[in-house]
């Protein structure tokens, strides 16, 4: 299963209906707010460039923020 299948069946099947994808968009929400607002230096020493890893929180952020007000 790739991830963005792994991703549709925490989406749509669960024994807790919708409020499995408003659980799934607020953890995002959470931890993409985190990672922007971390200092850059704690993410050295990984596979993962701290920027980078900031730059796709802003981005998902600002996405979920513009989905949200529609």
Known sequence: MT???FMENLM??????G???AFI???VRKYSEQVAAADPKIFEGGFIH???WQGVARD???????HLDD
Do not use: D, V, Y
Request: charged share 25%.
């Open 25 to 27: 968009l607020e953890a």
């Open 60 to 66: 998902i952020l600002s996405r979920m923020e513009k």
């Open 19 to 21: 409020l499995a994808q």
């Open 12 to 17: 749509t099947f669960s024994p807790h209906g």
């Open 50 to 52: 701290g920027p980078a």
């Open 3 to 5: 991830n963005k299948e």
